[in-house]
Structure formats: structure tokens, C-alpha cells
């Protein structure tokens, strides 16, 4: 049964081994095993804290939370009365369909459309759908927004991103291409000093590291001496590389020492805000490819 819906979440399993687990709450992808060419074995990708709320309580500290509409704190009028990275990780989604079950993959869809728990914080008109596909040594996630606005309505401002936690040795992992980006350096305490550039070829995260990238090339990759993943996007211009190091002690559904085991590498569009026209669907993609 390459696709097993549950009452909370789906589970998609490739015939080829690989397999990915989402929860309805949030579209949050919890759980990614995939193989490489390099190393058929099926292994987990992606970090979930042993702490985390997969009941729906809190967003899931781990996987792929999808921020939306705003990153971090709010700062446009519009998301005034929403919380960090808005509210589409912790709403309830819809599943809507398989979109496609081959050899080739298993895509299926999930939906969100206002209702009473985000209409009280947030009124503009919008339908999200967030399409994840699973192949053997791949996973994509696509968010499609749209302003469902009458033609007279004024664009919709929002930024989108997906949170990854991609699994790796925090001492040995490192972030490629980032060199020569401008970036905004959340963990410098002198506000004046905070707008910096990436100097480093390979970027570590042995010390917190909390770095908004901007204008980044749309594909990355993630190594360390025992695993390899690239990340492939569109329409994500910028890209966060975040791990608290022992800041995660501070972090209530951090696992202890969690922070050890994963770094948070995030494509989104978060430097400044999408002007999405009435009637038009923006898409956010990004395709995740196990190479090690
Ligand atoms: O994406 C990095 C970041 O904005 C960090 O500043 C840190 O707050 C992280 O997100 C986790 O945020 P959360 O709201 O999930 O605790």
C-alpha cells in the first residue's frame, strides 16, 4: 500500500524503499528515508526532537514546517496579530488528493483555506495547497499560494519558507554555495553590525549560527562525511542556515543535545514580502535529493 492515510497524517511508501510521513497539522513533513545511488540503505533525513508535539498542541519541532505568511516575528501590518513564522504550521491541513502514484513517485496534495481559527488573526483572501512527491532518492515540496481576492482587491504581502531540519553531525556538516552573499546575522548582539558577508567557501554551523542569506543561488548542498543532500528551489530567493548550539538548551521541545544532530538550511522568500496579484497563484518549490 504505497500511500496509507491515517486520521492525522499520510504515509507515502516507494517501492524502491523509500518513504515519507506528513502530518495534517502543519503539511509537516515529520519524516523523509531515502537511499542514495551512492548507499541504497534507506535511512532518515531529516531531524525531528525526540520533545516534539506531533498531537497538533504546538508545531513540530523538527521536519519541515512551512512558514507562512510571515518568517520570524511579524513586521507587516497585515500578520500584526500573528505569531512567529504565521500560522500554516499549526493549522490543521486537508487532504485533497493523490495527484500521482507510479513508479515514477506518489505525490499527494493537502489544502488550507480560511476558517475560524485563522480568519480571528489574519483577513486576507488566500487558498494554499502543498503538493509533496516522494521518489526513490528524492523528495519535493511545492506551496502554491493564491489571492483569492476580488480583481479590485490589493495584493497579497507574504513570505514563504520551509523550515528543513536535514540530519547530520553538527560539528561536521557544512553548507555550500554561500560565498560572497550578503546575510543578516540574528546572533549579533550590535544591531549596527548584524548586515554581513559570507566569506567562508564551506559554511559550519560549530558555533550558533542564526543567517539570513539573501538573493542565494537556489541550490544548495548539505555534507558531512556520511551523508549528502542537495537542495533544489524556485522562487526562494533568500535561504536561512540556523542551529542554536547549546542556545537549544533554552528551546523547551529540544531534545537534549538535538541540537547536535541536525542544521535548519531554509529556502524562502523572507527578505521582504510577495505582492501576489487578485486571482494569481504564486509557487514555492524545492526538490531535496539524497546523493550519499
Ligand atoms: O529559521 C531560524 C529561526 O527563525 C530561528 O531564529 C529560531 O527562532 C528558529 O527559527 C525556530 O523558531 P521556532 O519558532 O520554531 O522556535
Known amino acids: ?23 495534517f497539522y502543519g503539511a509537516t513533513v515529520i519524516s523523509w528515508k531515502s537511499g542514495s545511488i551512492a548507499n541504497p540503505q534507506s535511512v532518515e533525513r531529516l531531524f525531528v526532537s525526540g520533545k516534539a508535539a506531533v498531537d497538533g498542541s504546538k508545531p513540530v519541532r523538527g521536519g519541515i514546517p512551512v512558514v507562512f ?10 500578520h500584526s496579530k500573528l505569531g512567529q513564522h504565521g ?11 493523490v495527484v500521482m502514484d507510479n513508479e515514477a513517485g506518489i505525490s499527494v496534495k493537502l489544502t488550507l483555506e480560511p476558517k475560524a481559527s485563522i480568519t480571528a488573526k489574519y483577513e486576507k483572501p ?29 495584493p497579497l504581502a507574504f513570505q514563504a519558507l520551509f523550515h528543513n531540519y536535514i540530519r547530520a553531525n553538527s560539528s561536521e556538516v557544512v553548507v555550500t554555495p554561500l560565498k560572497s552573499l550578503t546575510y543578516y546575522d540574528k546572533t549579533e548582539p550590535n544591531e549596527q553590525l548584524r548586515t554581513k558577508v559570507e566569506e567562508r567557501d564551506l559554511v559550519d554551523v ?30 526562494f530567493k533568500d535561504v536561512v542556515v540556523w ?21 535548519c538550511v531554509e529556502p524562502g522568500f523572507v527578505h521582504g514580502f510577495v505582492a501576489l496579484p487578485a486571482g494569481e497563484t504564486w509557487i514555492g518549490q524545492q526538490v531535496l535529493t539524497a546523493k550519499l
Request: net charge negative; charged share 20%.
Open 126 to 154: 488566500f487558498q494554499l495547497a502543498y503538493v509533496v512527491t516522494l521518489a526513490e532518492h528524492q523528495l519535493s515540496t511545492d506551496l502554491h499560494v493564491k489571492n483569492t481576492g476580488l480583481s479590485t482587491s490589493p
Open 206 to 235: 560549530k558555533n550558533f549560527t542564526d543567517f539570513v542569506y539573501q538573493n542565494a543561488p537556489g541550490t544548495y548542498e548539505v555534507t558531512s562525511p556520511t551523508s549528502k543532500v542537495e537542495i533544489k528551489t524556485k522562487n
Open 69 to 78: 505568511p510571515c518568517f520570524g516575528a511579524p513586521t507587516h501590518p497585515e
Open 1 to 23: 500500500m504505497p500511500i496509507d492515510r491515517q486520521a492525522d497524517r499520510v504515509i507515502l511508501q516507494h517501492p524502491k524503499g523509500s518513504s515519507a510521513e506528513i502530518l
Open 87 to 97: 500560522f500554516a504550521r499549526s493549522e490543521t491541513w486537508t487532504f485533497d488528493s
Open 243 to 263: 542551529n542554536p548550539q547549546q542556545e537549544g538548551t533554552k528551546i523547551g521541545d529540544m531534545e537534549e543535545g538535538g541540537w547536535e544532530k541536525y542544521v
